[in-house]
Nanobody
Framework: QVDLVESGGGLVQAGGSLRLSCQVS????????MGWFRQAPGKERYFVAA????????YYTDSVKGRFTISVDGAKETMYLQMDDLKPEDTATYYC????????????????WGQGTQVSVSP
C-alpha cells in the first residue's frame, strides 16, 4: 500500500513563494512516477507538474513554467513543488499523485493520491 501525504500549503501574498512536500511511504518501484495536480473551488482538477523518481524527466503545464519547480529527494522519499511568483489564480487545493511506472502521458492516470493541501494567494 502506497500512501502520499502533502504538506506546506498556506496563505501568501501575490509574488510570494511556498514549497509543497509530498511524503511517500510504501513505494516499491524504482520507476515510480509522480505528479502534482490542483483543484480550485467549483472547477475540475488539473495537471500542474510531473517527475520521474530519478528526476531525469520533468513536465509542467504552461501556466506554471518558469515559476514552479518540481523535484524529488529519494533519500527522504519526498517530492517537492517549489512555487515562486505566486498569483491569485494559483489558489487551489494541491494534490500529489503517484504510480508504479511512467505513463505515456504525464497527466495520468495515477493510482495513488494524497489528501490535498490548500494554497491561497491574496492579491
Amino acid at each position: 500500500q502506497v500512501d502520499l501525504v502533502e504538506s506546506g500549503g498556506g496563505l501568501v501574498q501575490a509574488g510570494g513563494s511556498l514549497r509543497l512536500s509530498c511524503q511517500v511511504s510504501g513505494r516499491t518501484s524504482s520507476w515510480f512516477f509522480m505528479g502534482w495536480f490542483r483543484q480550485a473551488p467549483g472547477k475540475e482538477r488539473y495537471f500542474v507538474a510531473a517527475i520521474s523518481w530519478n528526476g531525469d524527466r520533468k513536465y509542467y503545464t504552461d501556466s506554471v513554467k518558469g515559476r514552479f519547480t518540481i523535484s524529488v529527494d529519494g533519500a527522504k522519499e519526498t517530492m517537492y513543488l517549489q512555487m515562486d511568483d505566486l498569483k491569485p489564480e494559483d489558489t487551489a487545493t494541491y494534490y500529489c499523485a503517484g504510480r508504479p511506472l511512467p505513463p505515456l502521458n504525464p497527466e495520468g492516470p495515477y493510482d495513488y493520491w494524497g489528501q490535498g493541501t490548500q494554497v491561497s494567494v491574496s492579491p
